[in-house]
């Protein structure tokens, strides 16, 4: 089992800049696959990267691909989110997930441990 916390979201102008992380309780979080998701207002939550337990292998939405990557540290349990170039439309609440195989999927019924989110706004 493993416990997610997001930090690193905040208010941006459009062309800036964030880096989100998302920090794993429990020893065996080098194990886990972690995936980022959006949720705006009124929408379905929509995948963004995920990368796989030793990092590997990644994979990235067609929005943000080119303007954002995805990494991590398994000795400091973290796995992070830079965001380059950022977009009004990239305005929602981020969230992490994590499940314990070796797939970089981008679907959010395979990940069965879920963080909070961290709201990130971006102004035109």
């Known amino acids: 089992q493993v416990q997610l916390v997001e930090s690193g979201g905040g208010t941006v102008q459009a062309g800036g800049s964030l880096r989100l992380s998302c920090r794993g309780s429990g020893h065996a979080f080098s194990r886990y696959s972690v995936a980022w998701f959006l949720q705006a207002p009124g929408k379905e939550r929509e995948f963004v990267a995920s990368?796989?337990?030793?990092?590997?292998?990644?994979r990235y939405s067609d929005s943000v691909k080119g303007r954002f990557t995805i990494s991590r540290d398994n000795a400091k349990r973290t796995v992070y989110l830079q965001m380059d170039s950022l977009k009004p439309e990239d305005t929602a609440v981020y969230l992490c997930?994590?499940?314990?195989?070796?797939?970089?999927?981008?679907?959010?019924?395979?990940?069965?441990?879920w963080g909070q989110g961290t709201q990130v706004t971006v102004s035109s």
């Open positions: 997930a994590a499940q314990s195989f070796a797939y970089a999927t981008n679907n959010p019924e395979n990940f069965g441990y």
């Open positions: 990368t796989t337990p030793t990092g590997s292998t990644t």
